[in-house]
Structures are given as structure tokens and as C-alpha cells.
Nanobody, 124 residues
Framework: QVQPAESGGGLVQAGGSLRLSCILS????????LAWFRQAPGMERQFVAA????????SYAAFVKGRFTISRDNVKNMMYLQMNSVKPEDTAVYFC?????????????????WGQGTQVTVSL
């Protein structure tokens, strides 16, 4: 089973930008549908963005459309979440999720491999 690992979280001011990265170990990267989820304190985990195994299809939660961009590099075995125009309500732990599947998956129950998460904090 693959093991995702996130990096790139940190403290950023509102209106600023941050790029999260996710690397998979233990599998063939290009076979996996990938996604970002986030969880704020006291809240349920929520879908942020997803990308198909080829990178040709993406899906976004309404609250990040136009601000966040998901992408992947199947040569470098990396997935990214470019976060622009961040808001304090984007503060959460961001998780990378993976599933051996060609299409786009958006439900947390669809994924069987999860990273430990990376904290993103947006200050005013």
C-alpha cells in the first residue's frame, strides 16, 4: 500500500499564497487518483480538490474555486496544491489522499491511503 506524505504547510497572512506538496512512496504514482482534504479543529474532514491519475481531470470544492489549483507531475511523483488569496477560514490541517483508480474521486471514503497532514494557518 502506498504512503502519502505532505509538506509545505505553515503560517501565511490573509491574501497570501502557499504551495503544498504530496509525495507517494511504495507504489506506481501514475496509477493513483489523488486528492486534498482538510480538517479544522472541531470540524469534519472536508474535500478540497482532486485530480485523476493522468492529471487530465480535476475537481474542486466550491469554496476554493478560482483560488486553489491542484496539479501533479507523474515524472517527479509529486502532487501540489497551489493556494492563492488565502483566507483565515482556510486554516486547517491539509491531508493528501490516494486511491489506485484512474478517474477523479471526491469522497473521503473513496480513499484508502492517507498522509499525516500538514498544518496551514492563515493570519489576519
Amino acid at each position: 500500500q502506498v504512503q502519502p506524505a505532505e509538506s509545505g504547510g505553515g503560517l501565511v497572512q490573509a491574501g497570501g499564497s502557499l504551495r503544498l506538496s504530496c509525495i507517494l512512496s511504495g507504489g506506481t504514482f501514475s496509477r493513483y487518483a489523488l486528492a486534498w482534504f482538510r480538517q479544522a479543529p472541531g470540524m469534519e474532514r472536508q474535500f478540497v480538490a482532486a485530480i485523476s491519475s493522468s492529471g487530465g481531470s480535476t475537481s474542486y470544492a466550491a469554496f476554493v474555486k478560482g483560488r486553489f489549483t491542484i496539479s501533479r507531475d507523474n515524472v517527479k511523483n509529486m502532487m501540489y496544491l497551489q493556494m492563492n488569496s488565502v483566507k483565515p477560514e482556510d486554516t486547517a490541517v491539509y491531508f493528501c489522499a490516494a486511491r489506485n483508480f484512474p478517474g477523479v474521486k471526491t469522497e473521503s471514503s473513496d480513499f484508502d491511503s492517507w498522509g499525516q497532514g500538514t498544518q496551514v494557518t492563515v493570519s489576519l
